[in-house]
């Protein structure tokens, strides 16, 4: 299937574009009252991502509502966990818990390496059925977690704004932790190759929670596993985003893939010195800037348009949009990413 808009995926391969293209981080899933209206015909989040149809509703209401150059397919990091034997649930208002973690060696006998087709069909019928009903409008974007932010939650069972479990888990077990996050990325990789053959146009890994790691833990126990998985993916780019992890930039230029993912704390010059000209940059507007005014939103979109330029760039929040993001300020940002992004290219 040709793409009609495949502005998103010549600018990760760092081809020549006419505009910046523009998506956000969890478009599909926070902000759109069409979104909740979906959600609550059904008893919970657990039961969309399992329900291909939609799921694939969900996942096209922003390319149609909001006017984003991509899809994202609508699904969580957490199914990896559930289909290698840890399963989650999602508790309203708070997010998820595991009943089941892993606290010691022992645990990890109840694991497998998830198989994609067997464990993870849902998700892959539900790119097939968004294949479809885009028509080849915008690209489709896989996703997975990190091994390191999964490893997170399969420790510490639910969200912490430390994961001091996970990372004291580094100190006392790296053998069992290197075992897990092995585990964990082979999943990964099988799971990502299983979605660009359903349909995924290019795949991007969240690490979410790599700030947290210093820097030489961040080599060991995060940028290890990530290299396997970019050098193990190569039909389609890679777009690599690990929030926090700013130590990390010099090493991330080595990374065997397209894109990485700026932060809104990442600066934009200093980024592009240290990645170097061989990579894409995608972000990285503070998410918060989009509580401003039309008019001040326009300013910051512009202001970082102008720092990034106009080649091997992907606009996008430094992070997810918030929940309570008015949808109409989100058509600013994107908007404004649209004209002033080909403005500048045609001076
Ligand atoms: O009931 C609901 O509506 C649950 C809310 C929700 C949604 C809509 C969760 C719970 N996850 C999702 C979907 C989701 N998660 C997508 C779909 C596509 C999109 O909207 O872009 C994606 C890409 C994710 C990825 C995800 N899940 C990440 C990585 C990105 C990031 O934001 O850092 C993480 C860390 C998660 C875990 C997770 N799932 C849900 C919550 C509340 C959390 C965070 C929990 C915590 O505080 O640690």
Redesign the pocket.
Known sequence: MELKNDLLIRAAKGEKVERTPVW???????ILPE?RAV?NSLS??IE??KNPELAAEV?IQPVDILGVDAA???????VIPEAMGLPYE?V?K???WFPKTINSPEDLSNLKVADAESDLGYVLDAIKVTKKELDGRVPLIG?A?APW?IFC?MIEG???KTFSKARKMLYNEPVMSDQLLQMITDSTIEYLRAQIAAGANIV?V?D??AGILPSDHYQKFSMKYITQICDAIEEVPVTV?A?GAYFARPEMRHLNCETIGLDWNMGIAESRRLIGEGKTLQGNLDPCALYGSPSEIETATKKMLDDFGTSRHIANLG??VYPDIDPEKVKVFIQTVKEYSAQLRAQ
């Open positions: 956000l981080m969890r478009q599909a899933g926070r979104y959600r919970g989040f969309l991502v996942t994202i397919i609508f699904s969580d990091i957490l999602m309203e708070k997010g998820p996703f977690g932010t939650y639910q969200g912490s991007q969240f979410s929670w985003f929030k992070h997810g």
